[in-house]
């Protein structure tokens, strides 16, 4: 008996091994794509949790002040928030209805801001102070 001319091959050919990583490459773009959008929605799912909070609480400590202490500051909220940062104005309020009253209402503006403005949030309150 001789060979009859069939030809046995062990293995893949080029073309299908080339198929097979092209379709691993878009698979794994996509879920990469996928979770850097993840990511993104947590963060400022995050933020917009968390800078409310965050911003009350800066207003409060503002309010516990004498009206001598104020002034317009920033700083960030340390290791606990990493990125988040704010910022404080206080501005005098100006009212001829009030008359002298005004002098003693402040508008006090506090904003949250994550990783270097990416992400805003801006609270303000008035204050009047006591004389």
Known sequence: MGNTGVLKTNGFTLLEIM????ILVLVLVTVFKMHI???????????????????QKKI??????NIDELVSDSGDFGDRF??????????????EILGT???????????????????????????????
Request: charged share 20%; proline share 3%.
């Open 19 to 22: 198929v097979a990583i092209s």
């Open 101 to 131: 009253v005004a002098d003693n209402l402040k508008l006090i503006g506090v904003t949250v801001l994550f990783n270097t403005d990416e992400l805003i949030y801006h609270l303000e309150s008035y204050k009047l102070f006591e004389e």
């Open 60 to 65: 409060t400590e503002i309010e516990t002040k």
């Open 37 to 55: 959008q993840t990511l993104a929605m947590h963060n400022t799912a995050r933020f917009q949790t968390s800078a409310p909070l965050l911003a």
């Open 82 to 95: 990493p990125g988040y940062t704010w910022k404080v104005s206080i501005d005098d309020v100006q009212s």
